[in-house]
């Protein structure tokens, strides 16, 4: 298809964008966010998503890692609605990761002391820094290592037990 004749589908250059990350994230949703829904809220929650996203990019969905870090670096310079969409996407993973952790700390699953938005933020900041070194280094040892983090990091075992137990 032409350049001219993909514009004439969409009508433009960012509506075209717009329909990319629309459909991204609808892979991410089905790759990552559903499959986390569906484990038993809390703690296994938390440890659904992050092995749901470490799985999303090892089995390469998008050839270069999470298509929303990618698009995030990307876009993040250009204001307009498809960097405000991408920021949109990206706050959401994060408020879901919160939610995630607020029930955990109800369930009291996490310590007493756990700050959920701390651990959303620390969470994802792992899953990013994963993904890159992934993407740059095609090394799989580092999507295990960040696994072996978020286990830690949750007070878990590499087997997904408690450290207490």
């Known amino acids: 298809m032409s350049k001219s004749g993909l514009y004439a589908h969409f009508g433009s250059k960012q509506e075209l964008q717009l329909a990319t990350v629309d459909e991204a994230e609808r892979i991410f949703d089905e790759e990552v966010i559903q499959p986390a829904l569906a484990a038993r ?17 090892q089995r390469r969905v998008f050839p270069g890692g999470c298509f929303f870090a990618a698009t995030a670096l990307e876009m993040g310079t250009r204001p307009g609605p498809v960097k405000e969409r991408v920021a949109a996407i990206q706050s959401d993973f994060t408020a879901q990761l919160r939610v995630f952790a607020v029930t955990a700390l109800e369930q009291q699953e996490l310590p007493v002391r756990e700050d959920p938005d701390r651990l959303a933020f620390e969470l994802h900041a792992i899953l990013l820094a994963a993904d890159t070194r992934f993407v740059l280094y095609d090394d799989l040892v580092v999507l295990d290592l960040a696994r072996q983090v978020v286990h830690q990091r949750l007070g878990l075992d590499n087997a997904g037990n408690t450290s207490e137990s």
């Open 41 to 57: 809220p809390g703690r296994p929650q938390l440890v659904a998503v992050c092995e749901a996203f470490l799985g999303y990019v």
